[in-house]
């Protein structure tokens, strides 16, 4: 089964979100990025006012190529608690350079923060503006000993996933995940249409904010549970319509 990861802003968010059937409580701040680092009181907020079997992953931005600020990033979500963290690979051009970054941060969060897994996150419009290729990270996040590789876009608005990323190669990041054994995750502005199509791929958790946000806004919407609900059942095969819902429908 894909598990469905929602993006939140603050508690009352991740507790729409959990309403609604997630399964992984994600905090970021939108407004400062694809991938943009929440302050360190929301991140607090929000793992108090969660049930200590959720999971709260934490992006850490859409990061330069500075390994040491990366790795302090890591150690002070993880001091607030964080399950994951987000690596965004904005900075890193190449395999070589995210390896690099990624390796710092693991070797940080063994050190002070051991159990906190390490995801990283390329963008699938990442290599246009000079950011590493998506397919490159997944064996550079495993030599560095992250737990999961993620594809996100980095440009909101300017298309989705699929905008910039063919089956094929989405399918070849899952593949590349699981021969090295990372746990994968597929996102970028995917909307409840895409869903299906994403779970065919089979990674193991598909990311949104936007299409779980009231008018499809990830800046201006809220977490709405009917939406994240709508989004568990497309991820499972379920597709609402106007006579009930019908199961099995795939893309
Ligand atoms: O981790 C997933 C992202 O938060 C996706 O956000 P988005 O659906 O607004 O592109």
């Given at each position: 089964m894909v598990r469905l990861l929602v993006s939140v802003v603050d508690a009352e968010e991740a507790a729409a979100a959990l309403a609604g059937g997630a399964h992984i409580v994600d905090v970021k701040n939108p407004a400062e990025g694809a991938l943009g680092a929440p302050a360190p009181a929301v991140v607090r907020a929000i793992r108090r006012a969660l049930p200590g079997r959720v999971a709260l992953s934490v992006a850490l931005g859409?990061?330069?190529?500075?390994p040491g600020t990366a790795a302090l990033a890591a150690v002070g979500a993880a001091s607030l608690g964080a399950d994951y963290v987000k690596v965004g690979l904005?900075?890193?051009?190449d395999a070589e350079a995210a390896g690099r970054l990624l390796a710092a941060v693991a070797a940080a969060l063994r050190d002070l923060a051991p159990g906190v897994r390490l995801i990283a996150c390329a963008y699938a419009d990442g290599p246009r503006v000079g950011a590493v290729d998506p397919l490159d990270v997944p064996a550079a996040a495993a030599a560095a000993g992250c737990a999961g590789a993620m594809v996100d876009t980095l440009?909101?608005?300017?298309?989705?996933?699929f905008a910039h990323m063919t089956d094929a190669r989405a399918r070849a990041f899952v593949e590349a995940c699981r021969r090295h054994g990372l746990t994968s995750a597929l996102a970028g502005s995917l909307t409840p249409a895409d869903l299906p199509r994403v779970a065919a791929l089979g990674p193991d958790i598909a990311g949104v904010r936007g299409a779980a946000c009231t008018g499809g806004d990830r800046l201006g919407g809220r977490i709405d549970p009917g939406r994240v609900r709508a989004l568990v059942s497309a991820l499972a095969g379920v597709v609402s319509g106007a006579g009930g819902t019908v199961s099995g429908v795939r893309r």
């Open positions: 859409d990061l330069p190529d500075l904005r900075g890193p051009g440009h909101k608005g300017a298309g989705g996933l």
